[in-house]
Every structure is written in structure tokens, then in C-alpha cells.
């Protein structure tokens, strides 16, 4: 392979390798709901479609990170506190699923979050993770990141987003929560996106100062350097 070709591999190897640059292993509690409430019917257009399923925070340990450290989590990840932030896929209790980690959520769900922060007023950005015990908080949590998610509308009987079987705790709390969505939003840099092609994603709480890889910005320089060293050759 001569110089020319050599380069030109480094910019593709630099470009894929930042594609990835953090990843994290989770293993998901049997059961993965701690708490949570279950018989939400959901109804929403494809690819999410219909179906009955449970709503709740998710529990599950950390493993195996590359491009991040577990202080980047809330809890140091054990136990890594979650929610569901993608109804088109599943996961199953007890699984272990490798992630994609990046900073940030939707606008429409940091604004619910700023809401369930201001609900719980425990005094810290974590408050929409720390619900303890509480199965009907947790279950109107899930209930609103879906809805920021997946519609328009934050109330429960209107939108594209149709939600059903939720009980008469869960809606009371829910209906507290959106009645104080003019509280500041959560920052998107407290926020972590587990993301996977084939399961779930999820979206868990990060703390600063720490700093996750961005890959367009890796690839970004990546790419300067192989660009430089080819300049130099071609100059010879």
C-alpha cells in the first residue's frame, strides 16, 4: 500500500472509530420496572402501533464503558436509574444490552422533566430519577417523556399519542406535573441518551463536569489530521 493509500485508510479508520466513541454495557434488573405500575394501553401510529405495556422507571448496573466513565452517571450508574425514551422497540428483565451514549434529549421532554423537578422539589436536577418508591410518580414520568417524545399535546386524553389504563393515582400526579410546565427545563447537559439499534432506548441523568465525546466533532478532527499529514506528503 503506498503513502497516498495508507492516508486515505486513516481518514476512514478516524471517521468510523469516533462513530462510536461512547458506549456503555447495561444489565437490566428481573424485573426491569423498580417502580412502576403496569396496563397503560398505548396507541400511536407506526412504527409504534398498539399495544398494553407497563410504565415506571427503569433499574439495572452499569458495565464496560468505552469513551465515558461511570462518574458521567447519576449514582455512579449502581444502580443506573432510567426511563423508556423509545416505544418502537423492546427490552427484556435481566438483559444486557451495549449502548450508544450521548448528551441530550428532546426540547419537549426537558421541559416535562424541568416540570417533574419543580413537582418533587428535592432540590437537585435528579429529582425526576429519585422517586423511591413511588410507582404512580415513576408511571407519570414515563407518561410524560413519551408524550414529549411522541406528540404534540401534553394532555393525557388528546394527541396523536393515545394512552389508556392509567389509574386514577398516576393521572393525578401526571395532571400535577403539567400544570407546572412553565418551571425553567431541565439543562440538556444533565441529560444521557442510551441508544441502541435493536432495543429500547433510554434516557438516564449525567453529571458535569464530565465530558462525553462528541462524534461529529471527533470525526471532525479526525479528519484534520489525516487531511494535514496528506498535504505534507503530496508537498514532497
Not at 132 to 157: C, E, M, P, R, V
Not at 204 to 209: A, D, F, K
Request: proline fraction near 5%; glycine fraction near 12%; charge should be neutral.
Amino acid at each position: 500500500m503506498n503513502r497516498f493509500a495508507q492516508l486515505l485508510a486513516g481518514i476512514l479508520v478516524a471517521a468510523s472509530t469516533a462513530a462510536t466513541a461512547a458506549q456503555i454495557d447495561v444489565t437490566w434488573n428481573n424485573p426491569v420496572l423498580n417502580p412502576g405500575v403496569g396496563g397503560i394501553g398505548v396507541s400511536a401510529p407506526a412504527p409504534v402501533g398498539s399495544f398494553t405495556t407497563n410504565a415506571g422507571r427503569f433499574q439495572g448496573t452499569i458495565a464496560n464503558p468505552v469513551g465515558i466513565d461511570a462518574s458521567a452517571f447519576h449514582l455512579n450508574g449502581a444502580p443506573l436509574y432510567a426511563y423508556c425514551h423509545d416505544l418502537a422497540q423492546t427490552l427484556s428483565n435481566g438483559a444486557t444490552i451495549t449502548y450508544q451514549v450521548s448528551v441530550g434529549a428532546p426540547a419537549r421532554v426537558l421541559d416535562f422533566l424541568g416540570a417533574v423537578n419543580a413537582y418533587v422539589a428535592g432540590g437537585d436536577d435528579y429529582d425526576w430519577l429519585n422517586v423511591g418508591g413511588n410507582a404512580n410518580l415513576a408511571a407519570a414520568i414515563q407518561l410524560g417523556i413519551w408524550k414529549g417524545i411522541y406528540d404534540s399535546t401534553f394532555a393525557l386524553g388528546a394527541g396523536s399519542l393515545g394512552l389508556t389504563g392509567v389509574s386514577a393515582g398516576v393521572s393525578t400526579i401526571y395532571d400535577a406535573i403539567v400544570a407546572l410546565l412553565g418551571a425553567p427545563d431541565l439543562a440538556a447537559s444533565r441529560v444521557l441518551l442510551l441508544t441502541s439499534e435493536t432495543r429500547q432506548d433510554v434516557i438516564t441523568g449525567r453529571h458535569e463536569p464530565f465530558r462525553v465525546p462528541e462524534p461529529g466533532s471527533l470525526a471532525l478532527l479526525g479528519l484534520a489530521a489525516a487531511a494535514a499529514g496528506l498535504v505534507r506528503l503530496r508537498r514532497r
